[in-house]
């Protein structure tokens, strides 16, 4: 199994079966995937039915690629993974913008490497910075980083929509780790 098989295997696990929970904004779900997205990737059929390479393929296209996850895993794993997981469960653009913000306030000052424009587009700019950061440091902080921004999205919000209160819990559990 390939690290990017294994990435979207593991959040397809997490994510878990069909779900159809008139609380959640995403509506009916299965494997994580809501039916929007879902109908927008082409799927027609019914949200229970959805079979898990369907899933796959989604996660991999939607979410895998937007971020440029094949590029990121060339330099870490856990970074990729991290970026992967943030995507699917906030979007690519909010992804790629943590990952943008992290790495410019990571960069002393523009010391170790200019700094980017946080457009929630990665592109060569983004990947080189990362690549630049690697070279000096540490792979874990700027994942502490990324969950950080990532759970301060999560409280800011459940602080705005109150039933997401009751999702909180296994945000934290499930993403932020």
Not at 109 to 132: E, S
């Amino acid at each position: 199994m390939s690290l990017k098989e294994r990435i979207i295997n593991n959040i397809i696990r997490v994510e878990g079966g069909y779900v159809n929970d008139p609380s959640d904004s995403g509506g009916e779900t299965n494997f994580g995937i809501t039916i929007a997205v879902a109908r927008s990737y082409g799927y027609t059929g019914l949200m229970s039915d959805m079979p898990r390479e369907v899933a796959f393929d989604i996660y991999s296209a939607k979410y895998w690629d937007a971020v440029k996850a094949d590029n990121i895993l060339l330099m870490s794993e856990h970074i990729a993974e991290e970026v992967v997981d943030t995507s699917v469960n906030m979007g690519p653009n909010r992804a790629a913008k943590f990952l943008q913000r992290a790495l410019n306030t990571l960069n002393n000052r523009g010391a170790l490497y200019p700094d980017i424009i946080v457009d929630g587009l990665i592109g060569w700019g983004t990947l080189d910075a990362l690549d630049k950061y690697l070279t000096v440091r540490d792979v874990d902080v700027l994942v502490k980083m990324l969950n950080c921004l990532q759970g301060s999205f999560y409280v800011v919000l459940s602080e705005r929509r109150e039933k997401d209160e009751k999702y909180i819990y296994g945000w934290f559990k499930n993403r932020v780790v």
